[in-house]
């Protein structure tokens, strides 16, 4: 079965991270590993082209691979566009949201041998195994209402901070599944309060 990889170079540093990324998926190709690998526009080089972030041509490139490879997005150049809509973020949110990745899995190792290398403490740094995982698509990603509204006689911006009970619970469970394949024990930090989710120990 082949394996639909969408590269996604974006903007920045992104095109030299993408260019040694597609080195590594040809010699994986070259191996023998049955993969498919596209481009795609996506962030400000895709704003450039398209005048969208996130055009319907990546997203549905997106929705059909098997993994998605994304370089960077943004940077000075774009920085002056006023509809927000059309930043080069928007692109990397509107993946997140239409494709449902709301798990972001931040990995934090520290080998001995560079621990001396740290600011903090070697004794406390060495051997550092740590996961962080936050949630991307709920919270003030994508609260409504949000804007920027004149109030006695000055500008006034507001987001909404906004979490349901359901998207607590998924990223808790892939929280708690995460610290069980790791074999390690964990206390993790879930905001906000969590107080009716079973996995808090809520009712």
Request: glycine share 12%.
């Amino acid at each position: 079965m082949t394996h639909k990889v969408l590269l996604l170079p974006g903007d920045g540093i992104g095109p030299e991270i993408a260019a040694q990324a597609a080195r590594l998926l040809k010699a994986c190709q070259e191996a023998g590993l049955d993969i498919e690998v596209e481009e795609g526009l996506v962030g400000g080089s895709a704003y450039d082209v398209h005048g969208e972030p996130l055009p319907a041509e990546t997203l549905e490139k997106a929705k059909a691979a098997s993994a998605i490879l994304l370089g960077a997005v943004g940077g000075p150049k774009w920085d002056k566009i006023e509809d927000l809509s059309k930043r080069p973020e928007k692109g990397l949110l509107g993946l997140r949201k239409n494709l449902g990745l709301f798990g972001n899995l931040r990995p934090a190792m520290l080998y001995p041998q560079l621990a001396s290398a740290s600011s903090l403490k070697p004794e406390l740094v060495a051997g550092l195994d740590i996961m962080i995982v936050r949630e991307l698509t709920g919270g003030i990603y994508f609260g409504q209402p949000r804007g920027i509204e004149v109030r006695n006689g000055e500008r006034v911006g507001f987001n909404t901070y906004i979490y349901s009970e359901s998207e607590i619970e998924r990223i808790g469970r892939v929280a708690f599944e995460m610290a069980q394949k790791r074999g390690k024990s964990s206390v993790p930090s879930i905001k906000p309060t969590c107080w009716k989710s079973p996995f808090c120990g809520g009712k």
